[in-house]
């Protein structure tokens, strides 16, 4: 262990020393968790953080002065779309994802290190229950449309294969993740094809450029942001894993999309047969001011740019079909090769710049008592996971339908948006109309609810031979006991 000495030492070139102020006043124990966190922080690295978050917040908020004239949409050439083509283009796109699946190249990868704060719960988001007659939770809706997909792929291909299942946590939602899956059997996944591990933390910083003390004894830590994927990969030799599995592609999502497709092999497909090394959907904005990233090109540099850095005149500008120009929405759903995540984790990481995340930071005051902020006091910086998209060299988009594939869960109920009550109503509005679609009936009865479990229909597949002609009692849940109850017999 680093003496105290050195750690001192360390924390004045860091210009940080007065995280020990309150050393004399330590047990032991504190003493050596503290003088431990600390060591870990390397004092150049910790001088420059500090310095580069006090820096970034200081400067003003709104959208770029110069941005007009650098921005562009995406070329039609690089942007497919599951919604505009042609039902041939759509299966050759789709039998190409399910023979790259079959052949076990393919892999996806979770977002998780985030807490459920903005939720108003102390667990990872991915164990939170949004109110399905099922009562399923994210972790468990995700990990059946792994074992659906994999059965698709094997069925049409004659083999048993397996998509394995990467989870990037944090300190906050490692240990309660790894129990969560161990209590649950992995919802009947293969243990060794879950991989968890842990994203690196940082400090919060004030605004003067002083990292935060949580406790007398402890540094305030955040995660890095989802784009402290990359440090990570490298830190618990994930692409190596990988290649020993064999995964050339792999699907990296958030945890929170409570529609997300895994290892969806349309998107796989599009992605393989375009020869992209990095790759994006998303779904058109819903109107100007929506606050999501728009996927475009700066300096014809494929790139996101946050909605708070575009102008409210360039966020309305409309192209001749009158949709607007700069329409596509990022909905933190992407396809990278295993080469170029191999290529940014050594050679490009270290040129991505963190973004400022202002937040409410506990802390202790100079008398040592803790204090729960009214207001933002911190800066939190993160790194981005699309902010790669500039070194690839064959980057694409996919527009899919937002009804079909995208329904954040960020909020607690009392937001109007993104919460477990407009989560809910779209998988079960999903579901609803796949019954329809499949031939049920509903008479008297419109937006019955109606749940389907991933494990009888990845994305609506199949479901004629339960529904066809068949009145929907709601609620409805068809489940795999259910729909071997249904399923016709043959004679």
Known sequence: MASERDVRAGLRRAEQDHLLRFWAELAPGSRAALLGELASLEPDALREHCRGAAAACALPPGPLPDLAARLRPLPPERVGSAIRCDPETRRRWEEEGFRQIALNKVAVLLLAGGQGTRLGVTYPKGMYQVGLPSQKTLYQLQAERIRRVEELAGTRHGTLCSVPWYIMTSEFTLEPTAKFFKEHNFFHLDPTNVVLFEQRMVPAVTFEGKAILERKDKVAMAPDGNGGLYRALADHQILEDMEHRGVEFVHVYCV?????????????????????????????????????????????????????????????????????????????????????????????????????????????????????????????????????????????????????????????????????????????????????????????????????????????????????????QSPFILDEEQARLLQPQEN
Not at 337 to 361: D, I, N, Q, S, Y
Not at 414 to 431: C, F, G, I, K
Not at 434 to 448: E, I, K, M, S, V
Request: some cysteine; proline content about 7%; hydrophobic content about 40%.
């Open 256 to 472: 929170d999309n409570i529609l997300v497709r895994l290892a969806d092999p349309v998107f796989i497909g599009f992605c393989v047969l375009q020869g992209a090394d990095c790759g994006a959907k998303v779904v058109e904005k819903a109107y100007p001011e929506e606050p999501v990233g728009v996927v475009c090109q700066v300096d014809g540099v494929p790139q996101v740019v946050e909605y708070s850095e575009i102008s409210p005149e360039m966020a309305g500008l409309r192209g001749a079909n009158g949709s607007l120009l700069y329409n596509a929405g990022n909905i933190c759903n992407h396809f990278f090769t295993r080469g170029f995540l191999e290529m940014v984790t050594r050679e490009f990481e270290p040129l991505l710049k963190p973004h400022v995340a202002v937040k409410k930071v506990p802390f202790v005051d100079e008398e040592g008592n803790l204090v729960k902020p009214l207001r933002p006091n911190g800066i939190k910086m993160e790194k981005f996971v699309f902010d790669v998209f500039q070194f690839a060299k064959n980057f694409v988009a996919f527009e899919v339908h937002r009804e079909e594939e995208f329904a954040p869960l960020k909020n607690a109920d009392t937001a109007t948006r993104d919460n477990p009550s407009t989560t809910r109503r779209a998988l079960l509005a999903q579901h609803y109309r796949w019954a329809l679609q499949a031939g049920a009936l509903a008479p008297g009865n419109p937006g019955a609810i109606c749940e389907i479990s991933p494990l009888v229909s990845y994305s609506g597949e199949g479901l004629e031979a339960y529904l066809q002609g068949r009145e929907l």
